[in-house]
């Protein structure tokens, strides 16, 4: 992690977290070790007008009190590389091959159905 002032003094926070965390996979329910790398800049900022000044590949980080807790930041670093749904790399997919069919559409027979209204 390094903190310091950019270009313009805005503050700012190089944050990089790695890693490997257990988690279970959503497909067999064991459990795997997945590698964790994430890094970010981060602009501590003092008000939502301030956030939007902020250059595009800064995230904000509203700051009202004058006070950063460090352990907030890499806590949030490290809950935004975790995926969504954990699934082992080992794992395959139930039911068949990758890409196989495609999904159910509910709703794909409904354009039919308006224009056959639509002539009557």
């Excluded at 313009?8 to 490997?20: A, C, K, N």
């Amino acid at each position: 992690m390094d903190i310091g002032h950019d270009g313009q003094r805005q503050v700012r926070v190089d944050i990089e977290v790695w890693g490997s965390v257990r988690l279970r996979c959503q497909r067999t329910l064991e459990v795997f070790e997945y590698a964790l790398e994430s890094r970010s800049v981060v602009g501590i900022v003092t008000t939502d007008q301030a956030a939007d000044a902020l250059p595009e590949d800064y995230e904000p980080l509203l700051c009202t009190t004058g006070r950063v807790e460090l352990l907030r930041l890499v806590e949030e670093e490290v809950l935004l590389a975790l995926p969504l749904v954990p699934v082992s790399p080992h794992s395959e997919r139930v039911g068949g091959q990758a890409g196989g069919r495609d999904t159910h559409r509910p709703f794909a027979g409904l354009a039919q159905l308006r224009r056959k209204g639509n002539k009557d």
